[in-house]
């Protein structure tokens, strides 16, 4: 029998802690589902196809790429485990912080389903500091967040943060001198 977890997530955008934390966990687990909530309550910047697909390009290549799956589920995390016969939820810790938002989450999912185990991994030192949301504010600001998000994920933000700038109204505009000339999001006057 495999052993199989569920490492649920908004992954807006996946980051390189992320597959950090799925490598460790590929040496407990056999397989890991990395399950995107399509309710999450938050205002997403990558659709949840944009999110499958930067998730996807980011594992292509990898030696462990065929022992991870990209879904996406609604409603309760619990039932979703269940539906897909596992019976571990994978969630990674940086700080104090993480924990308080976790410990609960975990008894309530605990209460919801008593067969499912939360396990939670310690982040890499190296990413400790990273989540999606400061990823995304350093780009939207002109910073370069290289070696901090796998390539693909790099290269989409540039181009979603240069789209955004160029036109709709209800997103934020590039206001920042860019310092990595790599990293340009406003499209230079000719
Ligand atoms: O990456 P995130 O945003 O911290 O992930 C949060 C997530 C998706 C794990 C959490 O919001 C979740 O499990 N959502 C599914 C709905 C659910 O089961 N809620 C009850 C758990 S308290």
């Given at each position: 029998?495999?052993?199989?977890?569920?490492y649920?997530?908004?992954?807006?955008?996946?980051?390189?802690?992320?597959?950090d934390?799925?490598?460790?966990?590929?040496?407990v687990?056999?397989?890991i589902l990395?399950?995107?909530?399509?309710?999450?309550?938050?205002?997403?910047?990558?659709?949840?196809?944009?999110?499958?697909?930067?998730?996807?390009?980011?594992?292509?290549?990898?030696?462990?790429?065929?022992?991870?799956?990209?879904?996406s589920?609604?409603?309760?995390l619990?039932?979703?485990?269940?539906?897909?016969?596992?019976?571990?939820?994978?969630?990674?810790?940086?700080a104090?912080?993480?924990?308080?938002?976790?410990?609960?989450?975990?008894?309530?999912?605990?209460?919801?389903?008593?067969?499912?185990?939360?396990?939670?991994?310690?982040t890499?030192?190296?990413?400790?500091?990273?989540s999606?949301?400061?990823?995304k504010?350093?780009v939207?600001?002109?910073?370069?967040?290289?070696?901090?998000?796998?390539?693909?994920?790099?290269?989409?933000?540039?181009?979603?943060?240069?789209?955004?700038?160029?036109?709709?109204?209800?997103?934020?505009r590039?206001v920042?001198?860019?310092?990595?000339?790599?990293?340009?999001?406003?499209?230079?006057?000719?």
């Amino acid at each position: 029998m495999i052993s199989l977890a569920v490492y649920p997530g908004s992954f807006d955008p996946i980051t390189n802690g992320h597959l950090d934390l799925l490598e460790r966990g590929l040496k407990v687990f056999d397989k890991i589902l990395i399950a995107i909530a399509r309710n999450a309550g938050k205002k997403p910047l990558f659709s949840i196809d944009e999110r499958v697909e930067l998730i996807e390009d980011s594992l292509r290549g990898r030696s462990y790429e065929d022992r991870l799956e990209v879904v996406s589920f609604d409603g309760l995390l619990v039932d979703y485990v269940r539906k897909v016969n596992a019976k571990a939820i994978l969630r990674g810790l940086r700080a104090i912080s993480d924990f308080e938002y976790e410990f609960p989450m975990s008894l309530m999912n605990r209460k919801l389903n008593e067969e499912v185990e939360t396990f939670f991994l310690m982040t890499g030192l190296r990413y400790n500091y990273i989540s999606s949301t400061i990823i995304k504010e350093v780009v939207i600001s002109g910073g370069s967040v290289s070696g901090l998000v796998p390539e693909p994920v790099e290269r989409k933000l540039r181009e979603k943060f240069m789209k955004l700038d160029e036109g709709s109204s209800d997103v934020p505009r590039v206001v920042v001198p860019l310092a990595d000339p790599k990293l340009v999001l406003r499209k230079k006057a000719s």
